[in-house]
């Protein structure tokens, strides 16, 4: 006998569910009208080659959850409350994330609250069915920019580390400094784009799919889709090591151009055949073939089809669509806010005649202003006859962060550029501010080779001196809610250090120049109190 609409459906057939379809129709429309300006700043993302897969996860997402139909037909549905508390949940996220304006939050609201809906519609039993297609999206998600950015300084210098001994395995005669290979006449540095994440984002979400895909026990579905994090490393590193042999024999040109990109796609399809040999391997240890292991069954046109039959608009599903409307007006209103940029003195004319010191300006690259995406800086070398050596100011401003575009961490940045951290504290320096007030820093005494440098840094965020990276983060978050401003600078000073005997003297030679420097760093930055002379929308 077949099973009746009820068993279904855990509803009573009234209808053709025509009324219940197109409600829910309107329920997923209003969902999209109120996300639309995080989930147009996620599709703009899915440009860049770290996120390009992502035009594929829905239909991905989709093809998962059509393999999963006739045991959700058999899990009987039913509506639940849950969803709608999930959903109440994820649009008070949504709510956050617009009043901070930080996309991040924004788009992973949009998956609570879609997740809600679904559980709101097919009850927790269903949910537990399709749960990996839900989960699934989440690689619809950019990373912010910040977890990024130090997830991608810490894959180049470990993909460098490994480049360099293969290099050597190899016979080439190579040294590394941080994440510059010196090859002799050469010198290959493993930027950003060569951090590997091109290739690890797609394979992640390549291995969750052949995991979940993968007819096996739990330990091997964990096992194929962790894999994707050790295979994109060796990969990886591989691919700079080829690429130092062939810079070797035949010039700076062989890591340019075309051969470079090619040699990309050569790898990443390496990753692919390594992922496929060893869901090979765990096949042949069951005694079966790759091609019985893999769920790649075609539902039918019948599994598509009477979802709806019987169903009634009930309290549920109106819940949801109260909510969502509520959503969608929160929307509306949040769109018209704006932003309070405040005015602050162009950082160009920052003195370079401070009491003893005399200042020589520097200026940072194209490709540097590419990364950093400052609103403004100043990179000054000053000199002063009493305090021997050279003391460096760099301040990076940004009139607004809500974007996720901020100050990179000299904790994430330097050891990118060869140097090692020999000690990292916080210290208080005393006596800098305007009432006796001591200004907390972060300091660093790092080497490279024979080389020491002594370094202080911390973040000006609206009249507070920051050292916390993550802390900097919440300040963001909360300024914008309660102050509407998301500016801020970071202020880095670094003198040499000719010996470990010297280092109390480059702790007086910056302790000194703090004190000097701060009165025109406290002028040129904007404060808590700053008048604001500019107002810019954060609807996009």
């Not at 690689?139 to 810490?154: A, D, E, H, K």
């Amino acid at each position: 006998m077949a099973p009746s609409a009820e068993s279904l459906t855990g509803v009573v057939p009234t209808g053709s569910g025509g009324l219940y379809a197109g409600t829910l129709a309107v329920a997923v429309g209003i969902l999209f009208f109120a996300f639309w300006s995080g989930l147009t700043e996620m599709e703009r993302v899915w440009g860049l080659p770290e996120y390009s897969h992502g035009y594929l996860i829905p239909f991905l997402s989709l093809y998962v959850l059509s393999v999963r139909l006739s045991d959700l037909r058999r899990s009987g549905i039913a509506e639940s409350w849950l969803g709608v508390v999930v959903m109440a949940i994820g649009l008070m996220a949504f709510v956050f994330g617009e009043l901070s304006a930080i996309y991040a939050i924004v788009q992973y609201a949009f998956l609570i609250v879609l997740w809600g809906l679904v559980l709101t519609v097919i009850g927790r039993r269903g949910f537990r069915v399709i749960w990996a297609s839900m989960a699934f999206l989440i690689f619809l998600v950019p990373l912010p920019n910040f977890i990024q950015f130090n997830l991608s300084t810490s894959l180049q210098l470990v993909s460098s580390e490994l480049g360099t001994s293969m290099l050597r395995m190899m016979g080439a005669a190579v040294f590394l400094e941080g994440n510059v290979i010196d090859l002799g006449i050469y010198k290959l540095q493993v930027v950003e784009a060569c951090s590997g994440l091109r290739y690890l984002f797609p394979l992640m979400s390549f291995g969750f799919l052949c995991a979940v895909l993968f007819r096996g026990p739990v330990w091997q579905r964990w096992f194929i889709f962790l894999s994707s994090l050790p295979i994109t490393i060796v990969m990886n590193s591989f691919r700079i090591a080829v690429t130092g042999l062939l810079v070797n024999r035949f010039g700076i040109q062989a890591a340019e151009g075309f051969l470079h990109y090619f040699e990309g796609w050569v790898i990443f399809t390496a990753c692919l055949v390594i992922m496929f040999a060893e869901m090979a391997v765990l096949a042949k240890v069951a005694g079966r073939r790759l091609d019985d292991v893999f769920d790649l069954e075609v539902p039918s046109i019948d599994s598509f089809r009477g979802w709806f039959a019987g169903r009634v608009v009930g309290r549920h599903l109106s819940a949801a669509v109260v909510l969502l409307l509520l959503g969608a007006a929160a929307s509306v209103f949040l769109a018209g806010r704006t932003e309070q940029v405040p005015a602050h003195v162009s950082l160009s004319t920052f003195p370079l005649l401070i009491g003893e010191w005399r200042g020589q300006e520097r200026s940072l690259g194209t490709d540097e202003l590419d990364v950093l995406k400052l609103t403004d800086y100043a990179l000054v070398d000053y000199v002063n006859p009493v305090q021997a050596g050279v003391v460096q100011l760099y301040v990076a401003y940004y009139e607004s962060q809500r974007k996720g575009t901020s100050a990179h961490s000299p904790r994430a940045c330097l050891p990118g550029g060869g140097w090692k951290f020999d000690e990292f504290s916080q210290a208080e320096i005393p006596n800098i501010q305007a009432n006796g007030e001591s200004v907390p820093v972060n300091r660093v005494l790092m080497s490279q080779g024979e080389s020491r440098q002594l370094v202080y840094y911390w973040f000006m965020q609206r009249g507070r001196n920051v050292t916390n990276e993550y802390m900097t983060k919440w300040y963001i978050f909360s300024d914008s809610i309660t102050k509407q401003r998301t500016d801020g600078a970071l202020l880095r000073l670094v003198t040499p250090v000719g010996d470990v005997t010297e280092i109390e003297a480059a702790d007086a030679r910056l302790g000194q120049f703090l004190r000097d420097a701060y009165p025109s760093l406290y002028f040129h930055i904007p404060q808590d109190k700053a008048v604001s002379a500019v107002i810019v929308p954060t609807d996009n």
